[in-house]
């Protein structure tokens, strides 16, 4: 199958060889479980627990809000002994409602929904609505619902469902293990998911530095005419949704549009395995396969991870630390965050933990930009690092935008290649940061101003009404007092609407 180029990319070091021999291993249950209710981009789930509840493995513990949201489930039998504010895995720790369970130890599974008898002769609404109730999300580490991308079809023509084996991130193998050893598991998914998108075709693309898996997931698909498994150059970002689209199609996503605008439909490798366990077993996502590496970790390991357990549980069944690490990072050192605490909870989107020694993470002290144009030469969107930094320095956010700095997507080659070690991203992220919060509040400066005029036009309205009806009386006779009313009406009361808003 012919491939195309992707634009810009780096080759940084791999390093996983730390972990890509190892199987993966289950890890004992902890003393405890933190399951946060937000895991997932969009709203966050109701929790329908409280302190003192007996709950099964599987069984909903926070049911999803809205279209964009995803539910909740307990992640092995036991009690819930709080409803409580817990560290986020994310570099700012800020706690955010969490149920806290105690395991039994029984690991019991609650009544779960009857697996579908034949998946692919099943209504593609039925398939949706399973993995939305699964409390499916994208496991490559966006965290977006599945069943929302999954619903494309009934939106889009798409062409193709591609799964996405890419794991271009450093260090991380928790994809490939999965490949390697569930890849039967995985095309069922695939499969599965086709048929609710209704695409002809599925193809699993892999980084070539993966020979095994891309054995393995070719011989398990041989009996699919369907589906192709391909194996794509090994470059940084190639996991990158509109990269990989673009190495297989050869067509572009223009920016704010998505690629199912152009047909295709990506889906990470561990997202199928999640859909195969929901329709087939009625199972919801309770756990995930993570990657603990780099050279701080004694004993780097690929762990079957019920959600919920916390990191320092994970780092603590690697035989703990080899040395004191100079950074402990939520997924790839590419574009994972540094963590806070340790005792943050392992999420859905949650692919690796790394602990980096210095000398891994190589930080050295930033000098003046020398306008060697690398950054711009490896800029996998096509965008001009060091014009944006130099804007954003100068606080010239609207000059940064001019510039595309919203389409950044934060992959941090730019920073990687600047021999000053300018930390390029870093910008990028507080600008968009900013300027998210600016249009969020001039979103909501509109719509007071909206609210005001309807208000406005309302009461004018009431008036004109109001007139119509003196009007239309006969007049009084002349003896009697004038109407204490001289027309004008009262301002009528606020809406609950406008009442929010004020
Ligand atoms: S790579 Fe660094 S030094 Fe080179 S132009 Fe970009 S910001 Fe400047
Ligand atoms: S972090 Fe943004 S600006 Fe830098 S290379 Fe990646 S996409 Fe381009």
């Not at 895995?89 to 969490?98: A, C, D, R």
């Not at 193998?173 to 695939?190: F, H, K, L, Q, S």
């Not at 794509?232 to 509109?242: A, D, F, I, K, L």
């Not at 859909?275 to 919801?284: E, K, L, N, T, Y």
């Amino acid at each position: 199958m012919k491939l195309y180029p992707i634009r810009g990319g780096i080759h940084p070091e791999y390093r996983k060889e730390l972990t890509s021999k190892k199987t993966i291993v289950a890890l004992p249950l902890p003393l405890a479980l933190y399951i946060p209710l937000q895991q997932h981009i969009g709203a966050p789930a109701e929790v329908l627990v409280k302190a003192g509840d007996l709950v099964k493995k599987g069984q909903m513990i926070a049911r999803s809000q809205g279209v964009v949201s995803s539910p909740q489930h307990a992640t092995t039998s036991g009690r819930i002994t709080a409803v409580t504010q817990v560290a986020a895995p994310h570099p700012s720790g800020l706690p955010q409602t969490t149920v806290v369970l105690e395991p039994d130890g029984k690991d019991e599974w609650a009544d779960l929904p009857e697996p579908f008898a034949d998946p692919f002769s099943a209504d593609a609404h039925a398939i949706h609505e399973r993995v939305a109730q699964s409390g499916i999300v994208g496991m490559g580490g966006a965290a977006f619902p599945s069943a929302v991308k999954l619903n494309l079809g009934t939106q889009k023509k798409l062409e193709i469902l591609l799964l996405n084996g890419a794991e271009c991130e450093p260090y991380l193998t928790c994809d490939d293990r999965v490949m390697r050893e569930y890849p039967n598991e995985i095309i069922d998914g695939a499969r599965i998911m086709a048929h609710a998108l209704g695409t002809p075709r599925v193809i699993i693309a892999i980084e070539q530095n993966k020979p095994q898996a891309i054995e393995i997931m070719t011989k398990a698909a041989s009996a699919f005419a369907e589906i192709k498994v391909i194996g794509v150059p090994v470059q940084y970002p190639m996991g990158s949704e509109r990269h990989l689209v673009q190495a297989i199609t050869g067509r572009e996503t223009p920016a704010r549009k998505l690629t199912a605008d152009l047909g295709v439909v990506v889906h990470n490798v561990s997202t199928a395995r999640a859909v195969h366990h929901a329709v087939r077993f009625g199972r919801p996502l309770v756990a995930r396969v993570v990657t603990v590496s780099g050279r701080a970790i004694r004993e780097p390991k690929n762990i079957l991870t019920p959600i919920g357990a916390r990191i320092a549980d994970l780092v603590e069944f690697c035989g703990g630390f080899a040395q004191r690490p100079e950074s402990v990072v939520n997924g790839g050192p590419m574009m994972g965050q540094p963590l806070a605490s340790l005792d943050a909870p392992v999420v859905k989107g949650t692919s690796g933990i790394l602990a980096l020694t210095a000398e891994e993470i190589n930080n050295r002290p930033t000098n003046s930009c020398i306008r060697c144009g690398s950054c711009v030469t490896i800029c996998p969107c096509g965008l001009s690092p060091l014009d944006m930094a130099a804007y954003i320095r100068k606080d010239n956010l609207e000059g940064a935008a001019k510039l595309g700095v919203m389409d950044c997507f934060s992959c941090g080659s730019c920073s990687y290649v600047c021999p000053s070690h300018i930390p390029l991203v870093h910008y990028f992220n507080y600008a968009k940061g900013m300027l998210k919060d600016l249009e969020n509040e001039l979103r909501k400066n509109d719509r007071v101003k909206n609210l005001a005029e309807v208000r406005v036009i309302r009461i004018e309205k009431a008036n004109e009404a109001k007139k119509t009806a003196l009007a239309a009386r006969k007049p009084a006779p002349a003896t009697t007092a004038p109407p204490s009313n001289t027309g004008e009406t009262k301002a009528a009361p606020p809406t609950p609407e406008e009442k929010a808003d004020a």
